[in-house]
Structures are given as C-alpha cells and as structure tokens.
C-alpha cells in the first residue's frame, strides 16, 4: 500500500522562504549553473524528435552550448556546440537537419555527427597533427521515458543511480510511447525557483485558478515523495473518468491501464532542478524550465498523448492544452508579481504554511544542491 501524506501532514516545521538574493543575484544564478545545471541531469528533448541521421537540437544552458543529434547509427548523442580550433560557437540554430557532418562557420573545420574531427582544411600546416585529439566534447546524454537527458559534467553520476528512486515510477503512463500533441513555450519574468515553488503548492489553488479548483479540490490528494530530488503526489479529480481539461472531460485515450482510483487522480512530481510532470490518465503535460536571468525564465510546455489518440474521436487536443495554458497564465502571473516584490528592499523571508509543505521540501534539496561541494 503506497503511503500518501497530505501536504499539511508533512508541514514546515517554521521553515520560511528563500532570502531575496536567491531570486535575484547574478552571482547566485551563477553558482546555480555551476553546483546544479553543470551537474544533474536535464531534459533537452523528446527522443522522437531524433528521427533521422542528422536532426540535432541546439540547448543554451548557462555559459554552455549543447548540440544533441541522432548519429549515423542512429544513437542520440550530445557533444559540446564548441570548435576544439579556435573555440568558436559552431551551430547557430536551435535546432535542424545537418547533412552527414557538422562544420564550423570560421575555418571549416568538419566533425562527424559523433562528434569526431574528419576535415580540416590545409591539415598539413598544422605541427604534430592528429585530428583524434580534437573531437568535439562528448556529453553524457541517455534517453528515459522517451526523454533525452544530458549532464555537463565530466563525470557524471550515472542516470541509473541519481533517478534511482523514480526509474519505474512513472511505467503505468507508459510515457516512453507518447506523442506530442501540442506545444506552447512561455518566457516567464520570475526566477525559475519561484516557478517550482508555485507548482508544488494548491494553497494558492482558490484564490486564482477558478477552472481547476473546480475540477480538482485544492486540499484533496497526498504526497508519496516528500524530501528529496524527486517531489510530489496527486490530488482528486471529482468528476467521474473526468480530467483537467476545460470541459472536464477526457481528451484523449488513456495512455496506459489504470485503477478507477487512479483514473481520479492528477499526479503532480518535480523532477529536480527542472522538470514538471503533470500525469492524467489520458494525457501527460512537461514543464522544462531554462533560467535566462535571474528574473528571467523559458518555460516549455508539452502534452503528450497515446498515438492512436492522435486522430481518433476520442482526441481533442486543445481541451488539455487550453486548460493549462490559462492555468500557467493565472501561475505566471502570481509568480511576476513575487519577482517584482523581492526586489523590494523590504522584503524578508515569509513564513510557510504547511499547506506549502512540497515548496518547502523544494527549497531544502535547493539549499542541500547549492551547499554541496566538489
Ligand atoms: S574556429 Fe572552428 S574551424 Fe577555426
Ligand atoms: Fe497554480
């Protein structure tokens, strides 16, 4: 028997939140990148995006450029967007088809889709050459759930033990096989941290999401992962085989076989540093957040479905997607306007209730994240 606490159940223990630094240094953002974004493993892509030798996305991650590309045997692989030349930023697109090869803008110099050096123009006015010592920077990339994660480090923990905890968690979604079926990206003027915070709480649930406190009780629910990488539980969804959708209905066919009791429930987790998954039975919804500035955030949104939904009568798309699309709307808005008070030289850290009780848990692996060494 899966054990679920609500939030208020958990509680805070007095714990109060971040200090205003936290949403506005550059430095800060700074040591983000360095002691977390450099380090977890992030989702870049939907693997299905790498259909064909050659598609490639390009992800800007801090000071970092990563090309992912599917190679010429068919292995999605991410290497550094870096000339081992001169240095130069070789890809300017953020995302696209290469030919066989991907060549630098400066002096052409040529790497293979697995990133090895194979041209070079004039090789032979180069002392002491050999092109095996100047591939491009491999980056560790692995696929999950039909997800394509990096890791900048250079010695990255292995995904296997870092999602440990979750790695079979989410199989009932059978996520691995679902399509998109919409996309919609945000630039959101809040610190990504006030993004989770909010989505990891309902306290706020009555006050600006009308729609959804309708269709999901803001107390309702529990949480099965409470410390930690990994966060979060489900709440109820009242209406019989319902869903969060602006009609309340289904949008699509369930995307795996589920118990009635799970049939009635919105799973929520955050996948730290920078993940949202929002699980329905008939349909999944991402959150990736990118911080750009310190008050500054890309959030990308997409709704996976089953792929016979896609064109089935069972499929409506845009009851899913309208329905969160107005709820982030209602979220960014309240977490604009905690932007804009932290600035303030009066703002002091605020109590949680216990009802916060997840963003609170967020906070702790945020601090435990930045205050780890090495
Ligand atoms: S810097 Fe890339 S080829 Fe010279
Ligand atoms: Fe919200």
Redesign the pocket.
Known sequence: MKQFLNSVEIGVKGQKTLPAEAYLSAEVLALEHKRIFSRRWLCVARADEFSKAGDFRVREIGNESVIVVCSQDHQIRAHLNL?R????R?CTKDRGTFSRTIQ?P????TYGLDGKLVGVPDETQFDDFCRDDYPLHAVECVVWEGFVWINLAEEPEPFETSFAPVLNKFEAWNMGSLVCGGRRNYEVAANWKLIVQNYSECYHCAVIHPGLTRMAPPKSGGNDLVEGPFLGGYMDVTEPGGSLTESGRACGLPVGAFSQEDIQRAYFYVLFPHLLLSLHHDYVMVHTLWPLEPGRTRVECEWLFHPDSIGSKKWNPDDGIEFWDRTNREDWEVSELTQLGVTSSRYAPGPYSNREAMSAAFDRQYVRAMNAES
């Open positions: 000339c030349h001169r240095g130069t070789i630098c400066y002096h052409a110099w």
